[in-house]
């Protein structure tokens, strides 16, 4: 057991010293000639994914129990609207920001289904709203208490 | 923050006494308790708003002796619309508190947001009025 302990001890040394030896590096500029790293993704960006699969999930559903449109139909628009909005203050087409997952592929849900999925998307809607700018809190806190709406709306 | 503050209170009274008119002329007795319900879910956020007002040692406006309803109210049908116009009144005013907070009051004034825009989609239910649902629940239409 002594033994094992000196060995981590050890290896902890070696792993801070190469550390330390990196950021000496950064340091002295070898890695100024590098392209900037990619910009991190707008904070808003997964409002947007699940406002246009959420909308691609409604069109499934109405698509296999065409009964169901009238009730659904207003629904997905308030979800395409949402994502027209989203794109425009993250600053992207809609067509651009579409998931990259292709959703046309999964299996139809239920309203059962579109319920539990529109809880879950209120969830996102009000972390971001939280996390917002002040110049983007109305936006986010909109599209949750609407995604609150369609939850009720389907029951 | 408190002018915001002070519209809220003034959309929460003018519910609370909508919902005084709209109770006479509901039917149901389903009806007539989720009224009464709402009723004091909005007086109970009148008192919130009056204490968090004090505390800001700001004075709201005095609320009006009386109140004139958008439209005349004589039956069950009227009632349930007027329901509909103050329960989107409302989620307006919390919606315009959204970017003067932070952290926890901005929660508070998103749930009661989202609260008024779903008891607005169950009163449209109600009264049979499609769509149940809007795109900006407390954007100005």
Redesign the interface.
């Known amino acids: 057991m002594v033994l094992t302990g000196t060995v981590l001890t050890t290896s902890r040394r070696i792993l801070l010293g190469a550390l330390a030896g990196s950021a000496a590096l950064a340091g002295c500029g070898v890695f100024d000639g590098d392209p900037e790293p990619a910009p991190p993704p707008d904070s808003f960006q997964p409002l947007l994914d699940e406002a246009l699969a959420l909308a691609a999930s409604y069109d499934r559903v109405i698509a296999a129990q065409p009964a169901l449109a009238?009730r659904l139909t207003?629904?997905a628009?308030?979800h395409r609207?949402?994502a027209a909005?989203l794109a425009r203050v993250i600053g992207v087409t809609v067509a651009s920001a579409a998931p990259s997952v292709p959703v046309s592929s999964a299996p139809a849900g239920t309203t059962a289904t579109l319920r539990k999925a529109e809880q879950a998307a209120q969830k996102t809607a009000?972390a971001a709203?939280?996390a917002a700018p002040?110049?983007r809190?109305?936006?986010a806190?909109?599209?949750?208490?609407?995604r609150?709406?369609?939850a009720?709306?389907l029951r | 923050m408190t002018e915001q503050l002070a519209a809220a209170l003034a959309a929460e009274e003018a519910a609370i006494y909508a919902y005084g008119v709209i109770g006479v002329h509901l039917t149901g007795s389903d009806e007539v308790s989720r009224a009464r319900a709402a009723e004091l879910e909005h007086r109970a956020r009148r008192d919130a708003l009056v204490d968090r007002i004090d505390e800001l040692r700001a004075s709201a406006a005095p609320a009006p002796a009386a109140y004139r309803l958008p439209f005349e109210v004589t039956d069950r049908e009227g009632a349930l619309k007027l329901a509909v116009h103050v329960e989107d009144g409302v989620?307006q005013a919390w919606?315009?508190l959204?970017?003067?907070t932070e952290?926890e009051e901005?929660?508070d004034?998103?749930s009661h947001?989202?609260d008024s825009?779903?008891r607005?989609?169950?009163w449209r239910?109600i009264a049979g009025v499609?769509?149940?649902?809007?795109?900006?629940?407390?954007?100005p239409g």
Not at chain 1, 141 to 146: E, F, N, P, T
Not at chain 2, 130 to 139: H, K, Q, S, Y
Request: net charge positive; glycine share 6%; proline share 7%.
């Open positions: 009238a207003p629904l628009e308030d609207a949402h909005d009000v709203c939280k002040a110049e809190a109305m936006l806190g909109s599209i949750a208490a609407c609150a709406t369609h009720e709306a | 989620a919606r315009v959204l970017p003067v952290g901005r929660i004034a998103l947001l989202t825009a779903v607005a989609t169950r239910r499609t769509p149940l649902t809007i795109a900006f629940p407390g954007r």
